[in-house]
Each structure stands twice: as C-alpha cells, then as structure tokens.
C-alpha cells in the first residue's frame, strides 16, 4: 500500500469528525440540534447492542439497561449530590454490573430463549421503576435533573451546559469515545473470539475459549455503554418516567442494528443514523409520519437482506451492467 | 498420559459407556474402533468435558479432568476435532485459523483494546504461528479461500489444523479420514505421523481398518459402551470377540 | 384477607385468565406451530375489535352478527400479510422481527390516522352482572370464558383431528420434510395464518366490547399473549391454557394483596424463573 493510500482512511475520518463538529455552526434551530442528540444517544446504544449481538445474543432488554444507567445517575446527583462527571460513569458500571448478575444464568440458555429472558428482563426493569415509588417517583416521573456540572478551567474554558450546543458536544465526544472502544474490541482478538462463538460456539470451547465467560463480557460491555447512554438521556432530558424505558424500545434498537446490517461494525451506526433522521425530514407529513418509518424497513428488508451495508454490493452489478450497456452503445 | 478408570456414562437406562478402563501412553498414536453404536463420540465427548461422566474418573498428565469444563481441559493440552467440521463457514481459512489462536499466547482484554505494541507482537507471532501450521499440513495453498468452498478433505485438515494452535499435548481426531479418497487418506497419514513426531500425543477414532492398522501402535476396540479388546494391531487383527462384534452388526471388519 | 375477597380474587383471576387464553390461541397458532415472528398479531387483534366496531355503529349489526364477519374479514387480511409480508421471510429470524414490526408499525399508524386516538366503546354484549354466594361476575366477562373455552377446544380439535390440523403440526416440525410427503407449505401456512388471525379477531372483538377500542390495544394485549405462550410452551394449546390461567390468578390475586404492578413484576418473574430451569415452558417440545 503506498503512502498515499494509506493516508486517506485517517484523512477521511478526521474529515468527518471536524465536519461534526462544525455542525452547530450551520444549525441554529433547536429542534435540529436535539434530533442530532437524539441520534447520537441511538447511535450508542445501537452499536452497543451490536456488540452482544456479535456473539449471537439478541437482548430484548437494552432499554431497561438504559433506564438502570439513566435512573442511577441521575439519583446520585439528586440524592448524594454527586456531580453529573461522577455519576454517569457509575450509571454505566451499576448497569454493568446488573448485566454480570443476570449474565451467567442467562447465557447459558440457547439464543432464542435468551432473546426471551431479555424480553421479560426488560419489562420487569420497568415495572420496578414503576413499582419502587419511593426511589424512582414511578410513572409520575423523576422530575428537575441537574444538567452536568459546567466544566472551569480558570482563565481557559467555561462551559456550561445550559443551551443545546453544549450537550450536542458531550454526546459527540461520549459517541466518539464509546465507538473507538467499541469498535478496538470488534477488530481485535477479542471481536474474533466473539465471532467464532456465533458461529461455531463448540469449536470455540475446544480450543479453550470459556464461551460462557465471554459471552457475559458481552453482555456486559454492551450493557455499561447503554447505562452511559442512558445517564447522558437522564441529564439532557431532565425528566425519567418508566415508560422511556419499554420493550418498544428496546425492540426499535433491534431494528436500527439489523435494517443497518450486522456484519459491518458500521452497520449499526448507519441504521441508527438513517432511522432517527431520516424521518425527521417528513416531519410535514405529521401523523403520516411513521410510514416513512415502514417505508424504510420495507424497503430495506425486500431489497437488502444484509441491511444498509449491503448497498455497495447491491449496487455494484447495477453499475457494471450500466457501463456494458454505454460501451456497447459507444 | 491419559488414564481411564471405570468411566460410566448412562442415559436414562442406557448404558452408553461401560466401565471403561483404558490410557494412552505419551507419544503413540492410539486407536479406539468399534463398530457404529458403539459408544466411541461419547467417550470423546466425556473426555473433553462435553458431557459429564455418570461414573468413573479421567487422569490427564495426573490430575483428574473429570467433569471439568472442555475450555479448562484444552488449556490443560488436551484437544479434540470434530465429525461435523465447519468452525467459521463465511470467514476465510486464515481467518479461522486466527480465531481459534486464543491459547498460545495469551493476551489480556485491555491488552487488545489498547493496541498495545505487546499484543502486537503476539497478534504477528500468532499470525505467523497460522501460516507455520497451514504449511505443516498443506493447507498454506489455500489461506484465502472461504472455508465453505474447500474439497471436503481440506476441511477435515482445517479441523487438524485449528486443534493443532493449541499447541497440544494430546489431540483427540474425531474420524479424520471420513469421506477422503485414497490419496486424501495416504496424505493425512503422513500428517498424523508427522504431529505424533513433533510431540503431540495422538487417539484417535477410525473407520477406515487398513489406515488404523497401518497407523496406529496400539488400538482399543469397543463394543456397547464396553472395552472388548486391546492390544498391538496384529493381535486385534485375530481377536476372536473383535471380528464377531464386527460381523455381527452390518460393518466389515476388513474394510470400509 | 377475607374468604370472600379471597374467592373473589380467584374468580377475576381466573376470568382474567380466560381472556388471557383468547387472546394467546390465535398467536400460539401462528407463532408456535407456524414459527412466523408475528408481532404485529396485536394490531391484527386490534383490527378486528374495529371490524366489529364499524359493523355495530354504522351497519346497525348485533353484537353475535358481527363476530363472525370480522374475524372472516380478518381471516381473508391475515391470508394476504402471510403471501406478501411474511413467506418471503420464512426461515430468516432477523428479517422476519423487521417485517413484523413493520407492519405493527403500519396498522397502528393507519388506525391512528383513520379511526383517531380517541377510546370508542361498543357497547357490552349482555348487561349485568351474575352473583352467587359474595361473589360476582360480569355476563359479559362470563360469555368471554365461554366463548374462550368453545375455541381453545374447537382449535384443540383442529390440530389434532383434521388432515389440515396435522399437517400444520408437520410444517412447524419440519417443513422440508412435510413437503416431502406432500403437504403444500404455502397452503397450510395461509390457512394457518387465516385462523390464527380470526381468533385473533374474535379476542379483539370480545374483549373491545367489554373493555374499549383504540388504536393501542394491540400493544398490551401482545405483551400478555407473547407471555403466556412462553410460559406454556410454544406451540401448545394446552400450554396456553395453562399459562393464561397462571398469568391470571396472578393477576386476580397480587392486586389486591400488593399492587398491579407487582402482579406484572411476580408474573414475569415466575416466566424467567421457568425459562432458567424449563426453557420450553409447560408444555412445549423442542
């Protein structure tokens, strides 16, 4: 590989990120600016969930892990007056720590009745959210979060977190971060070792992978950043209620990562991005809205069966024919 | 190296093994025949852990393995490969080979995600490693073929090849020869004996006679979960019970 | 806790559980025997609770003449979402969760925009209610057990004694070899699809008249209809009796003694507490 070539993958990305960071300049509108933070929590939790599923777990549950991280951080502040930087790490790690508790039973069942467990996991968070009303305030709701605490460093910097610009460059840099290491175990040994255990998990046993072991690490990995996700959500938002928190969303989380493609580690962004933007720009169809959300999925499903990432190759023969037919034209 | 003592394993009222008593020696190459039915995947499975025996105890290099988990009993040294063979079937060879690298050596989780220039070196030595052992076996030619394309003989050797990055001490081969043509055979016999010389304890489970005749120093014969004969080939070839279990099912005992 | 709330709580339990019962048949029907990924089925439900809505309001039909033209309405729409939706789909897990919410997705929204938001209510089927001893029992709510009962027998039946019936049971076993001996895959699986979506229709129309309408009933009915065929076992219909009822004595019994949604909570433990030890549920088979 020459120099040259070399080169352009780092260029493009670093194009990209500085192109992102940019973005607040251009959009002025509030409402864009949540859409975008929106996306990124979706693009977190989404790529999240593609890391369990890497080892051929589904969880139905990632939305309840979501609302662990979410409600543990924002108690903490409330309640021990914790800063935000202090409790939303540890909203990831209670989050991570649920998952390891629930991880080893749960692992050892086959996939499809794993997928179950997560369903019935995830509905049972919430209604211990609605249930425990002393702790959460149930579904009339976690009320006055504080935003982060601003960040100082005298005579330099001082951000403070109260207009949208802000939280757009905490998720920017929380998305960047969690994707980077996200992304480091799915290209390293460990991504293979999670690889051969969807695919192959007795082999993988045989040569002395522990596939329960790593099947929890997983889980639990996948589980810490949506906890993450989910502390970000709580101090943007400023308000929980439990029904955030539903099997519903658990399930659109399922649906960005396949319609985005499984294979590709950037299938899961792609299909995040795609379906919480997308749509917005149909925003004038108001209550018709939600079939450009159909449109999408059905679109993708019939045309792509390896979601959004199989484009290129889908496209690839179209091309090919397109140019026979100019050469023989010529 | 490997002990077997009163190993039992039952299925409801099934005996699928039978008190078996059995070992294998460092450095030989043992067979283990008998005909279908006869319990030989079962006692592979228990041996590795796959299944927890209902009696009885297994001795790897002294310490008793028995009903520990087959992760723990391959980082022992003890390793098997399978009937049914396909690991990764989209992935390439290479990439199956690299997968299943996890052993020798070992790195850490923040090792890798950190990239450190430690976890480099080892991801180059295992990349190295791979390339040393597709070429033992001759499989180097086809490093970048996708597994579900290989001739089948190719992907029993792939099979080999995976248990080998072990590095183990004693490999177990789960029908290596099935379904290969004559050359195939001749082929991975010499392989077989070129693992055995290089260290590695070999047992194996055959159908093919003439190749465990020919192959094998010594070879134990089983029949209903029960030992019926052990000895040198030549013995076996004459035992009066060996060729009666053989004849009274529908295998050949001359041939397959 | 008194007797009396005791055996009254049993016997809403037990009420709660026969319409639990309704509502899993159909579903057992498509997404245990037919292993089709239908998560839509409440929506399809939904659907026929309106059939019946518009039959009553604007065609002046009774209650009894309504049943039956929307559940074969409904029938007629599950045949066509089977051909279009989910045959192409049939043997890939991930595709078929997309299409499935795809089309939940869809009917809800186009219930939204054609029937609004708001709760419409049918009127009861018979009004009163039936006491005996401390307890009591709403006519309408007892003409749902019945009605449940008639079904889960009826559908009992049809598996396991007609031609049809056992064919089913072979394409959900294996459908290659079902098409081995000739069974048409296609067929069994529209007709399949047909009665699971009726069944799906009369629950909806039964339980949209004692209860209400909206374009949101589907959601609760598929999250109790997924749960108690799990925990009975896929497939089997004495497993979604029996995991109806239990699903509904819980749901009889914990409110009063602690709160609904302790109930839910309790419920759903007891599903994950069987799934760890008995991943097939009551009755299922794998």
């Not at chain 3, 039909?61 to 051909?83: H, Q, R, T």
Request: hydrophobic share 50%; proline share 4%.
């Amino acid at each position: 590989m020459s120099k040259g070539s070399q080169l352009v993958k780092p260029a493009g990305y670093t194009a990209l990120v500085v192109f992102l960071v940019l973005v607040p300049l251009f959009i002025k509108g509030g409402y864009f600016l949540h859409i975008l933070i929106m996306a990124g929590i979706a693009v977190i939790l989404t790529s999240s969930l593609r890391t369990i599923a890497t080892t051929g777990q589904i969880s139905l549950a990632h939305s309840g892990f979501m609302a662990i991280g979410a409600y543990t951080s924002a108690l903490l502040v409330r309640k021990l007056g914790l800063s935000f930087w202090a409790s939303f790490p540890i909203g990831g790690i209670v989050a991570a720590l649920v998952a390891l508790l629930v991880g080893y039973p749960f692992v050892r069942v086959k996939r499809v009745y794993f997928a179950m467990l997560t369903l019935f996991m995830g509905a049972i968070i919430r209604l211990i959210i609605m249930e425990w009303r002393g702790l959460t305030r149930g579904t009339s709701g976690l009320l006055n979060i504080p935003p982060p605490d601003s960040i100082i460093i005298p005579g330099l910097v001082n951000i403070a977190f109260d207009s949208k610009v802000s939280y757009y460059y905490l998720i920017l840099a929380l998305a960047l971060i969690s994707l980077l290491f996200l992304y480091r175990i799915d290209s390293s040994r460990v991504g293979r070792i999670f690889l051969a255990i969807e695919q192959g998990d007795y082999v993988a046993e045989s040569v002395g992978i522990s596939v329960t072991n790593f099947k929890v690490l997983a889980l639990c990995v996948g589980c810490f950043f949506a906890g993450i996700a989910g502390s970000f959500y709580a101090h943007y938002i400023k308000v929980l209620t439990p029904d955030s928190f539903g099997v519903l969303q658990a399930i659109y989380i399922i649906v960005y990562m396949v319609v985005g493609g499984r294979k590709k580690f950037y299938g899961a962004i792609l299909g995040a991005l795609t379906l919480t933007l997308l749509p917005e720009f149909f925003r004038v169809l108001k209550e018709y809205q939600p079939f450009v959300f159909v449109g999408i999925l059905l679109v993708t499903i019939f045309l792509l069966p390896d979601g959004l990432v199989g484009l290129p190759d889908a496209v690839k023969p179209c091309i090919q024919r397109l140019r026979k037919v100019k050469i023989s034209n010529a | 190296m490997l002990e077997i003592r009163g190993l039992t394993k039952q299925f409801g009222g099934l005996f699928a093994v039978n008190n078996l008593d059995m070992i294998v020696n460092q450095g030989e190459i043992a067979g283990l025949i008998g005909p279908n039915g006869a319990g030989k995947t079962t006692i592979f499975n228990l041996i590795t852990g796959f299944i927890p025996p209902t009696k009885g105890q297994i001795i790897f290099k002294h310490s008793d393995i028995s009903g520990k988990s087959t992760h723990s009993i391959a980082e022992k040294g003890l390793v098997r490969t399978f009937q049914q063979n396909v690991f990764l079937p989209d992935l390439t060879v290479q990439q199956n080979m690299l997968a299943s690298c996890y052993l020798h050596p070992k790195t850490g989780f923040w090792e890798a995600i950190l990239n450190t220039s430690s976890y480099r070196k080892k991801e180059q030595y295992v990349c190295d490693r791979t390339m040393d052992i597709l070429k033992f076996l001759g499989l180097d030619s086809v490093n970048d073929e996708l597994v579900q394309n290989l001739p089948h003989g190719y992907q029993r050797l792939l099979g080999i090849a995976i248990a080998l990055s072990t590095n183990p001490k004693l490999l177990l081969l789960d029908e290596p020869l099935a379904g290969m043509n004559a050359a195939e055979v001749s082929e991975s016999l010499t392989f077989i004996n070129r693992i055995r010389s290089a260290g590695t304890t070999v047992l194996l489970v055959e159908h093919n006679m003439r190749a465990v005749m020919g192959l094998c120093d010594r070879i134990v014969v089983i029949n209903f979960g029960r030992k019926i004969a052990e000895g040198l080939p030549e013995e076996i070839k004459r035992n009066k019970n060996v060729i009666e279990a053989y004849l009274g099912t529908s295998e050949n005992a001359a041939g397959t | 806790m008194t007797v009396a709330l005791l055996a009254q709580s049993i016997l809403n339990g037990l009420a709660a559980g026969g319409i639990y019962v309704l509502v899993a048949l159909g579903l057992t029907l498509v997404f245990g025997i037919m292993n089709i990924v239908q998560f839509a089925h409440g929506e399809i439900y939904m659907l026929g609770a309106y059939a019946s809505y518009f039959l009553i309001k604007l065609f002046g039909f009774s209650f009894w003449e309504a049943l039956p033209v929307s559940a074969i309405a409904i029938g007629l729409l599950g045949i066509v979402l089977e051909k279009f939706f989910f045959r192409p789909f049939r043997d890939r897990f991930e595709p078929s969760i997309i299409v499935a919410v795809a089309l939940m997705v869809l009917l809800q929204t186009t219930a939204v925009v054609g029937f609004g938001t708001d709760t419409k209510s049918m009127g009861g089927i018979i009004p009163g209610v039936l006491s005996i001893g401390g307890v009591t029992l709403s006519w309408d709510r007892l003409l749902g057990i019945l009605v449940g009962i008639i079904l889960v027998v009826a559908l009992f039946l049809l598996i396991q004694k007609t031609k049809i019936g056992q064919a089913m049971v072979a394409v959900s076993q294996d459908p290659y070899a079902a098409a081995l001996q000739g069974i048409d895959v296609n067929r069994i699986s529209s007709i399949a699809m047909a009665v699971g979506c009726a069944l799906a229709a009369i629950a909806g129309s039964l339980m949209g008249s004692i209860f209400s309408t909206s374009p949101f009933m589907g959601t609760s009915a598929i999250t109790k209809g997924i749960a108690v065929i799990i925990l009975g076992g896929l497939g089997s219909i004495p497993g979604a009796v029996a995991g109806g009822l239990v699903l509904g004595l819980i749901d009889g019994l914990v409110p009063p003694l602690l709160s609904s949604t302790m109930a839910g909570i309790v419920g759903f433990g007891v599903i994950i507490i069987v799934l760890l030890f008995r991943p097939t549920g009551f009755f299922g088979h794998e």
